[in-house]
T-cell receptor, first 113, second 115 residues
Framework: AQSVTQLGSHVSVSEGALVLLRCNYSSSVPPYLFWYVQYPNQGLQLLLKYTSAATLVKGINGFEAEFKKSETSFHLTKPSAHMSDAAEYFCAVTAPEGDKIIFGKGTRLHILP | ETGVTQSPTHLIKTRGQQVTLRCSSQSGHNTVSWYQQALGQGPQFIFQYYREEENGRGNFPPRFSGLQFPNYSSELNVNALELDDSALYLC??????????????FGPGTRLTVL
């Protein structure tokens, strides 16, 4: 069965510091992986997705993620945090049949001034 | 191009009642998926509709049902509401070109509170 695990329900970084949000996946088939962001009282916005092309995926707002098959990881990074990055971030994987997205429990990112 | 819209934004019901949530897909999208997001959790897949037929269902009881209309808008119906049904309900639309790589575009959600 497909699943994702996000390490750390809350992460705090200082403004300007590196952002690293961790995601590990479990999949019986080559996975398709996503990162979504959710701002307070809003729906989900796609940051980036991995679909078996380049292992380093660049997304919106300066975020990127690297697919590492050997580590079954898809960590999200951003070189320099901005106050506007404060939000909840969800890692997700598609099921083999492709009918649904399976989400992790989310990581709330706090940006310290 | 309009995005995914949902109505109402907030709703309060009592146990045992029935509720209908509505979703309008993004222009050009023919697939709608519904998710339930409990407080502090990630969204959980309820079901998906493609060309007006259910096309996949998550681990939700039959009292959760849906419809998709010819214009690809959709409804989520929940009967016999329970307290645990309190959650944010998200609708997502996509084009079913390549299922694994479809990007799902989410609406802002409907916040349902069951008292």
């Amino acid at each position: 069965a497909q699943s994702v695990t996000q390490l750390g329900s809350h992460v705090s970084v200082s403004e300007g510091a590196l952002v690293l949000l961790r995601c590990n996946y479990s999949s019986s088939v080559p996975p398709y992986l996503f990162w979504y962001v959710q701002y307070p009282n809003q729906g989900l916005q796609l940051l980036l997705k991995y679909t078996s092309a380049a292992t380093l995926v660049k997304g919106i707002n300066g975020f990127e993620a690297e697919f590492k098959k050997s580590e079954t990881s898809f960590h999200l990074t951003k070189p320099s945090a901005h106050m506007s990055d404060a939000a909840e971030y969800f890692c997700a994987v598609t099921a083999p049949e492709g009918d649904k997205i399976i989400f992790g429990k989310g990581t709330r990112l706090h940006i310290l001034p | 191009e309009t995005g995914v819209t949902q109505s109402p934004t907030h709703l309060i019901k009592t146990r045992g009642q029935q509720v209908t949530l509505r979703c309008s897909s993004q222009s050009g999208h023919n697939t709608v998926s519904w998710y339930q997001q409990a407080l502090g959790q990630g969204p959980q897949f309820i079901f998906q509709y493609y060309r007006e037929e259910e096309n996949g269902r998550g681990n939700f009881p039959p009292r959760f049902s849906g419809l998709q209309f010819p214009n690809y808008s959709s409804e989520l119906n929940v009967n016999a509401l329970e307290l645990d049904d309190s959650a944010l309900y998200l609708c997502a639309s996509s084009t079913r070109l390549a299922a694994h790589t479809d990007t799902q575009y989410f609406g802002p959600g409907t916040r349902l509170t069951v008292l």
